[in-house]
């Protein structure tokens, strides 16, 4: 069945709360996420998997390891076509928080590449 707006933030917050330290449950939930924004059969489901990512990393550190390689693989690989979308360029306050974000993620990313292995 298909949810609602609320139905849907519930659900990829449950989903967000599994992406947490390198094992094989966390790489299943990131693949689960990264696969509803994929299939999404609108931009507006798309949005929300974003919100739910971005509410996370934009609160204090540290952040889940789980949470990073999900948001990096989600803004990296061209598979989601994310800076493509039209709510990452709804507003230049918008865009730059993406930017901000993504920026701090890739190095934060390369800072742990040696210290954590790939799932």
């Not at 449950?25 to 059969?41: G, I, K, Q």
């Not at 890739?106 to 210290?115: G, I, L, M, V």
């Amino acid at each position: 069945a298909d949810l609602d707006a609320e139905g849907r933030y519930v659900l990829f917050n449950a989903v967000a709360n599994q992406l947490r330290f390198p094992n094989s449950h966390t790489h299943y939930f990131s693949r689960v996420m990264l696969s509803l924004f994929a299939e999404a059969p609108k931009e507006i489901v798309q949005e929300q998997i974003t919100r739910v990512l971005l509410e996370r990393l934009i609160a204090n550190r540290p952040h889940p390891w789980g949470l990073l390689i999900t948001f990096i693989e989600l803004i990296k690989n061209r598979t989601y076509n994310f800076w493509e979308h039209s709510f990452v360029h709804c507003a230049p306050e918008i865009e730059r928080l993406f930017e901000s974000v993504s920026r701090s993620c890739s190095t934060h990313q390369q800072r742990t590449a040696d210290e954590v292995p790939a799932v």
